[in-house]
């Protein structure tokens, strides 16, 4: 049985490099809270907008992420409501303007902290890179989950990212790291195994675990599910990658202590 939050749990999907299905696994893990009658609230702190292309399409809207960090509308006028997936800020290519961010380090903490009551869940899409909305966003959450392919390539950034972590959790002491998740795998090529027992090995050394679930590749699902904005746990549930994702979203919530037994 899953339990209302006192206070909405902010949790980053994060990783430096790109093509890692890091927006597709934030918009799933809101999808399917959603579905499962939590509040919740998708924040995309991505330039690119990726995760408000997908679940909102690209509707013209000037209230957005970066109307309100700059004071030109109130969060609550900016959120707008995805049948699918839940409320969602949406992101903008103004992001890539961070100097409402740069004159404070804590300005998206204090507006998150300010409607952390209205929702159980807060997950925030962050963009492929060291930058400003990237630092935000981990200064704002309680937990950061780290998606991954299982490449030597997609990896060389992790160590990176884990240093950023740790700096940042000098002003934000409650973040932890809930884990890493594998993305478009296949664990018929040897060197996904290889890999995920690095990262495995990587998690046990800094505290956190490699979530069993490994999501496996379905670019048709996600192609299909992005055009259409729709969610893919009632689009195609009994898709191998949307099997994969509710086992993933499921050990999370175990993780962070969300699911009484």
Do not use: W
Request: aromatic share 8%; with cysteine; net charge negative.
């Amino acid at each position: 049985e899953r339990g209302r939050t006192r206070m909405g749990i902010v949790i980053t999907f994060s990783n430096q490099k790109g093509g890692v299905a890091k927006t597709t696994s934030a918009v799933s893990t809101a999808a399917y809270l959603h579905t499962h009658n939590q509040r919740v609230l998708l924040v995309d702190a991505d330039p690119q907008g990726s995760a408000t292309k997908m679940t909102l399409g690209e509707k013209p809207n000037e209230k957005t992420l970066f109307a309100v960090l700059n004071q030109l509308c109130p969060v609550v006028d900016a959120i707008r409501h995805a049948e699918d997936f839940g409320d969602v800020l949406a992101g903008s290519r103004m992001l890539y303007d961070e100097s409402a961010l740069a004159d404070n380090g804590f300005l998206l903490r204090n507006i998150i902290d300010s409607i952390r009551d209205n929702y159980d869940f807060i997950i925030i899409d962050t963009p492929p890179n060291l930058s400003l909305c990237q630092s935000a966003a981990l200064v704002a959450s309680d937990y950061v989950v780290i998606p991954t392919k299982a490449t030597g390539g997609s990896i060389d950034g992790v160590g990176e990212l884990i240093d950023t972590i740790a700096n940042i959790q000098q002003y934000n002491p409650n973040l932890r790291i809930a884990g890493f998740l594998i993305t478009m795998s296949s664990k018929r090529v040897r060197a996904v195994k290889q890999v995920s027992e690095y990262l495995k090995d990587y998690a046990k050394e800094i505290g956190c675990v490699v979530f069993d679930s490994q999501i496996r590749t379905a670019e048709g699902l996600f192609g299909e599910a992005e055009l259409f904005h729709d969610n893919i746990f009632t689009l195609k549930a009994k898709n191998n990658a949307t099997k994969d994702y509710r086992a993933f979203v499921e050990q999370l919530l175990e993780v962070m202590g969300c699911v009484k037994k």
